[in-house]
């Protein structure tokens, strides 16, 4: 293997982890906020505010129904206003943000909504205010499946990283296609792929290890 | 003041004809789960709720720390109207009302000292005074050599301790058990009882407490409500009413009880009325001092027959001596009439279940 070609490897992977840990920070905490909101202001809950809840969810599903190819083309003046391009990698990193604070929010909201009623209620009980049942008590709890979203997270976003690749995103995705497709390497498309199963595997495995040091609730600890 | 029994001149709580209605919601209809209970719960006492489930008990309970409003009627804690307390003003009082539950409500994700820890912590405590207050309360449970465990290491008893604790972490001066020990075996149910008994006595904590087993008023309270379809149908001190129940309600949740049962041979043979050679089921219910007595020879001696004994239990309720025996002789006149004279004359408390062959 070429120098050349390992030092676009590199670059490519860089490039990757850069859009991927850049659009998962971002998204991650406009997401974290919205998918507690989403599970606490139902009727009767801690926040309510039932049509507002509403009007979100609805904006969470929007966003999540569209096809994210289709998001990055849709959203492009919009990527233009904040970067001033539409092109290259860190054009790349609004829609994969976008992209990100639906999606992590509704898993934060499954994973809070996913709390024994009991623990709000004996916090409540204890003269909590819904903000401290928050900290105190909801993300508390919830620390090992937000840990877990936020590795799905971020494994999906390795993933849209690549697709923003077909349309001049840089890394890896725009690797594999530029010389594995469009100019008959097969071997760039391997190492390609290779690297991304690895990168998805590391993510994957150190979020399983972190999610499961959280995790009290078992007598292994 | 005798211990046994307690006069409450004072009251912590007291119910005034309090209604709560739910209204209807997606498929449940709308529905009435309290009736205009009026109840008073002394101060220092324990005092039992008991009723099935759907009676209304665990709505009743929440009412006393605003986890839920009357729809109509006033709550009083202290003299202060809970219902009229804003959320500030909830919070203020929720602090001074401890709570345990049935299924315990501990964080998974906190140490047994965090989870003591956590109302102090929301009271805005600082580190110090925390581990200052944390450490004899673990040890007044029992369990300050497991501080440093998470919940799901411990057995259930030793989580409610964990519970008990942390209701106790705010110094309240209530303390509200909402099913506490449904979810425990019957062995570890009464040290969790006895605990209860020890802080009632020791820290003067009056103990609301609500509960579908006989087993616990009987075992812990000082006074008991019987609740039945929203609506208090009996109250009183715990003894008086285990002794001299008069609402079909207390009467069956009482016939849960070991030895108020005849055994099924018995009472599958028992008989309304006599026939020739028929022998009498008689229930002795003894209390105070006959419970001391030797009744039961001296029973043998004056009705000058065989006299069967078929079921007993000898008990305590609310801090009293309690006997049931149930016995069985010949049911001619002249043996009925011993054994009555025997029973005017010691003055026992006797019922008639049957007769058998």
Redesign the interface.
Same mark, same amino acid.
């Given at each position: 293997m070429s120098p050349d070609l390992l030092l676009l490897i590199a670059k490519a992977t860089f490039d990757t982890l850069r859009m991927v840990a850049i659009a998962g920070l971002i998204g991650s905490l406009i997401g974290l906020p919205i998918g507690i909101f989403l599970a606490t202001s139902g009727k009767g809950e801690l926040f309510p505010a039932p049509n507002i809840n509403r009007i979100v969810g609805l904006i969470v599903n929007a966003t999540r129904s569209t096809p994210f190819i289709i998001l990055v083309v849709a959203i492009i003046p919009f990527t233009r206003l904040v970067t001033g391009t539409s092109i290259g990698t860190k054009a790349a990193i609004v829609p994969l943000t976008i992209a990100t604070i639906p999606f992590f929010a509704r898993l934060v909201e499954a994973a809070i909504r996913d709390i024994?009623k009991?623990?709000i /209620? !004996? !916090? @409540?009980?204890?003269? !909590?205010?819904p903000t401290?049942i928050v900290f105190?008590?909801l993300l !508390? /709890?919830a @620390?090992p499946a937000l840990t877990l979203a936020l590795t799905m997270t971020i494994v999906s976003l390795i993933g849209y990283s690549a697709m923003v690749g077909a349309v001049g995103g840089g890394g890896l995705g725009d690797l594999g296609i530029r010389y594995g497709y469009q100019r008959f390497r097969p071997d760039v498309m391997l190492i390609v792929v290779v690297v991304l199963i690895v990168l998805v595997q590391l993510v994957q495995s150190a979020g399983d290890r972190l999610a499961r040091r959280?995790d009290?609730?078992? @007598?292994k600890? | 003041m005798n211990a046994s029994v307690p006069v409450f001149d004072d009251v912590t709580v007291a119910f005034q004809r309090v209604s709560k209605r739910f209204a209807a919601s997606g498929e449940s209809g709308a529905f009435t789960a309290l009736n205009n209970v009026d109840l008073n719960v002394g101060r220092g006492s324990i005092t039992g709720i008991i009723g099935r489930s759907g009676a209304g008990k665990s709505t009743l309970i929440r009412l006393v720390n605003g986890l839920e409003k009357p729809s109509s009627g006033k709550v009083l804690v202290d003299g202060v109207d809970v219902g009229a307390l804003d959320e500030a003003g909830l919070r203020n009082l929720r602090r001074s009302v401890g709570m345990i539950f049935q299924h315990f409500n501990l964080l998974s994700s906190h140490t047994v000292f965090g989870n003591v820890a956590l109302p102090l912590e929301i009271a805005g405590m600082d580190r110090r005074a925390i581990e200052a207050r944390v450490r004899p309360l673990l040890d007044l449970v029992g369990l300050a050599d497991k501080h440093a465990r998470y919940p799901a290491e411990l057995s259930g008893g030793q989580k409610q301790r964990i519970g008990i604790a942390r209701a106790l972490a705010t110094e309240p001066k209530l303390l509200l058990s909402d099913e506490a020990t449904s979810a425990l075996d019957p062995e570890t149910t009464q040290s969790i009882l006895e605990l209860l008994k020890r802080i009632n006595a020791e820290l003067g904590l009056t103990v609301l407490l609500i509960t579908h087993e006989m087993e616990v008023v009987k075992a812990v309270t000082s006074d008991v409500a019987v609740i039945d379809k929203g609506e208090i149908v009996e109250r009183g001190h715990t003894f008086d009413v285990f002794t001299h129940p008069k609402h079909e309600t207390t009467r069956a949740l009482l016939s849960g009880l070991p030895g108020s049962k005849l055994p099924d041979a018995v009472a599958r043979g028992l008989k309304p009325a006599p026939s020739a050679g028929d022998r009498a089921v008689v229930r002795l219910t003894f209390f105070g001092a006959t419970a001391e007595r030797p009744l039961v020879s001296q029973l043998i001696k004056s009705v000058g027959a065989e006299v069967n004994i078929i079921a007993g239990t000898i008990d305590e309720i609310g801090g009293k001596p309690y006997g049931s025996l149930v016995v069985a002789y010949a049911a001619d006149a002249e043996t009925s009439g011993r054994a009555e004279r025997f029973f005017t004359e010691n003055g026992l408390v006797t019922e008639v279940l049957g007769y058998v062959a």
């Open positions: 024994d009991g623990l /209620e !004996a !916090a @409540r009980a204890m003269g !909590a205010t401290q105190k008590v !508390a /709890e @620390r959280f009290k609730r078992s @007598r600890n | -």
